[in-house]
């Protein structure tokens, strides 16, 4: 497919939509100036990534087959039910390791930052804004709201709860 960006990290098949490099760009002129925007295209692309590995590497190690995609949205992990179904357990451990990933990431920017620095200029920049997008957002993809891994995170205890019902009431179905 043109101009889409496709290679393999840990053995896990990622691509890279245009849609996503627009996105991140639109979102990154409030930064200002052309060299803030790069960086924010990077923390945007560095952060979205790893929290996907999160997903994708747990999802692995559970048997399942993955592949990443970052698009307009943000990131997507797709991944096969292996032949013996994980339960709603594992679903869940997969859901929570991608903003899991982040919230550690930013905190450990965090700490390295606080003891290192101070910085100044595009390293304060980027280091603020590893901070802020990883421990944010991690938190916010919490949220019990579909399509957030909060509302698979939801999902996954309505199952343990009402296996019959649990899509319907996630779906906020009558």
Known sequence: MGGVISFRLLRVPVSVRPSFLLVAALFGLAAGSVPLVFAWIAVVFVSILLHEMGHALTARGFGSEVEIELNALGGLTSWTIPEEDIGPGRRAIVAASGSA??????????????????????????????IYVNLFWGLLNWAPIRPLDGGHLLTSLLEKVTPTKAERIANVEA
Do not use: D, Q
């Open 101 to 130: 990933v982040g919230v550690v990431l930013g905190g450990l920017v965090w700490l390295i930052a606080w003891l290192t620095g101070p910085y100044f200029g595009l390293a304060n920049f980027v280091i603020t804004y590893l």
